[in-house]
């Protein structure tokens, strides 16, 4: 089993910038892919980005490309998503998750955190 608690979320003017965290616990984490995903009000959760367990492969989705980034630190058991140029329609909870097998993630990875809320004002 894999534990998952993100850190950092907020209220944050529009332009403005964020940086989450998520820290493991348990399952030896430089073995696992890790990513991020986030949850509007009213709609279903979203893949924001994606590292392979060495960090070597990187995805995102298009909304955030050049804006976000992904990174990790094995040693310390973290990934974070620095956070650039925010929009309101970045509004949401943002979900730390983690899987072994990094094509998979973005389909449903089977290890979550409680998630961190996120707010952009306009």
């Known amino acids: 089993q894999v534990q998952l608690v993100e850190t950092g979320g907020g209220l944050v003017p529009a332009g403005g910038s964020l940086r989450l965290s998520c820290v493991a616990s348990?399952?030896?984490?430089?073995?696992?892919?890790a990513g991020w995903f986030r949850q509007a009000p009213g709609t279903g959760r979203e893949f924001v980005a994606a590292?392979?367990?060495?960090?070597?492969?990187?995805d995102y989705t298009g909304s955030v490309k050049g804006r976000f980034t992904i990174s990790r630190d094995n040693a310390e058991k973290k990934v974070y998503l620095e956070m650039s140029s925010l929009k309101p329609e970045d509004t949401g909870v943002y979900y730390c998750?983690?899987?072994?097998?990094?094509?998979?993630?973005?389909?449903?990875?089977?290890?979550w955190g409680q998630g961190t809320r996120v707010t952009v004002a306009s």
């Open positions: 998750a983690a899987d072994e097998y990094y094509d998979a993630l973005r389909y449903g990875p089977p290890y």
């Open positions: 348990g399952r030896t984490f430089s073995r696992l892919a």
């Open positions: 590292i392979s367990r060495g960090g070597e492969k990187i």
